[in-house]
């Protein structure tokens, strides 16, 4: 039986040398390894009592929308500065080469919620952090944190320390 890591195409030296990529497109394009990437994030959430699933901007929208229509949760998109035709509530962060705005509707969460956040990957960590800190200006309550990769060399882990985090895989490097 295969496993989600076995989809995850590894490229070297990209996009530097001394760099592999984790490339999730090979997981996306196989039915399969869509379907075992999905389930196995959602089985992160098993026993986690949720309200809301909210996924950042582009691909924790691609694992999180199927998510929380699995169970039947609503979904909310955190998206890059200006996407959002509402008002809307904003954090800035910390890149490796500057710094970069998410947002969410105002109204996108309901003080007191349940929410668990979805994403691809987490690296550095910063931002996921900026997302959470998002979630509780609005009043909710990060209740677990998924993902389908983490890069624990990178140690983004440690930003969400007092979170529940959950990856379906780790790889040690960078």
Do not use: W
């Amino acid at each position: 039986m295969k496993r989600v890591e076995d989809y995850v195409r590894s490229i070297p030296d990209f996009p530097e040398p001394g760099i592999i990529f984790r490339d999730i497109t090979s997981v996306l394009q196989d039915a399969d390894g869509l379907q075992l990437a999905i389930d196995s994030m959602q089985a992160c959430l098993k026993d986690t009592e949720v309200d809301v699933i909210a996924g950042t901007e582009s691909r924790g929208f691609i694992f999180g929308v199927p998510i929380a229509y699995n169970l039947h949760k609503p979904f909310v998109p955190i998206r890059k500065k200006g996407k959002l035709p509402c008002e809307t509530v904003s954090q800035s962060y910390d890149l490796e080469y500057g710094s970069a705005t998410i947002e969410m509707h105002k109204d996108s969460i309901k003080p007191g919620q349940k929410v668990a956040i979805v994403d691809d990957l987490i690296a550095t960590g910063g931002t996921i952090e900026a997302a959470i800190k998002l979630v509780e200006e609005l009043g909710g309550e990060v209740v677990k944190v998924v993902f389908l990769m983490e890069l624990a060399g990178l140690k983004g882990r440690e930003k969400l320390a007092g979170y529940d985090v959950a990856s379906v895989i780790k790889y040690d490097g960078k």
